[in-house]
């Protein structure tokens, strides 16, 4: 358990969409986010079947394996396992982390909550780290519940995994969300859909860096 | 494998997609099945979350343990390792059979199939069972290939393992497709939205039974 989680990187955590990406590869997205500072990678594909996201995920995995980073698959653990991806992210709705930690035991498994009390649940069934969320308005993900920055707040002083920010982060508010206890930093459209991913990445992450080299000082 | 292979039963296969249902439960129209005479299940759920359909398999997966028939679960490896179901059936499109296998070494995974020459890959991959259809129209699936009743016999000519005959099977082609050599009939909307589940099941099972007869005196 200790060791799951001491391995789980901080900072900037780019989720990857194929359908908010901008037309490159998805593996070249993630060697780019991950040039500009991505620490950690997901993939999330709601579209396509798993037999064809198996060779997304794969090259992938090869890509984020070789810079150290874990890659995340958002909700199927099946594809997960197929491509010994790192681990998984699940919503409230998806498979619950109780029993995704017993089909991983090993893997990084992360949980969409939107309030203290599924923080607590989720870090109770086993989960790694909880993402709050979404924070600001976004177009990436539909379906999503409203939370505000003292949720996010509330959270990070309620559990002792790290917590992710999500939904609708830019250049403009990452600094409140950091402000607000944010251990990861996860963004979608603001990486993926960027003109110069690695550009866009190497902006949100610098300013992650600064942050904490301000608090760290 | 022997054993895999041995514990696979031959006859009536209810596929339960509960978009075909007609408003019982999923687990009701299982019970029903089975005592109509269904000797293998499969939960075939496109549309909701996981998290949803896990309470689902779960109920199904007690009554076919009660009944000593084996739940096979429509694409989803994960939902059939969380239920603790006893296969997986996949699609061409859905994660390969060679995976799968190596995911869940003792299931027992089933693979649509439209040809011999994909009949013999999944047989090749660890495949227990294939299927072959879509024989005869049906509203049941979208997006599905045709096939016909000189696919399916070619097909149990080609490969070890049972075959299975799907597709818009009902009272009046049954016949036509067992004496093609169909080891187990699929069948969806002739059972799952039929007024009487177990009447139409009955229906079916007596004429695999008869026809079985037949072929053994």
Request: aromatic share 2%.
């Amino acid at each position: 358990m200790k060791d799951r989680i001491a391995s789980l990187p901080r900072g900037l955590y780019v989720i990857i969409d194929p359908e908010v990406a901008a037309g490159l590869p998805e593996e070249e997205i993630a060697r780019q986010a991950i040039e500009g500072g991505a620490r950690l990678v997901q993939l999330r594909d709601k579209q396509r079947e798993k037999g064809l996201q198996l060779a997304v995920a794969r090259r992938l995995k090869e890509v984020c394996a070789q810079a150290g980073v874990p890659l995340i698959i958002n909700d199927h653990l099946d594809l997960a396992l197929a491509a010994e991806a790192d681990g998984v992210h699940v919503g409230q709705k998806d498979l619950p982390v109780s029993v995704v930690r017993r089909l991983m035991p090993e893997g990084i498994i992360g949980c969409s909550t939107n309030n203290v009390e599924e923080a607590l649940r989720a870090q109770a069934d086993g989960a790694s780290y909880v993402s709050v969320g979404r924070l600001f308005p976004t177009d990436s993900k539909a379906d999503t519940r409203p939370a505000t920055l003292e949720t996010l707040r509330a959270v990070k002083e309620a559990v002792r995994i790290p917590v992710a920010a999500i939904g609708g982060i830019n250049e403009e508010n990452i600094d409140a969300v950091l402000a607000a206890g944010a251990d990861l930093v996860a963004v979608i459209g603001a990486v993926v859909a960027a003109p110069d991913v690695r550009e866009a990445a190497r902006r949100l992450a610098d300013r992650i860096n600064e942050h904490w080299g301000r608090v760290a000082s």
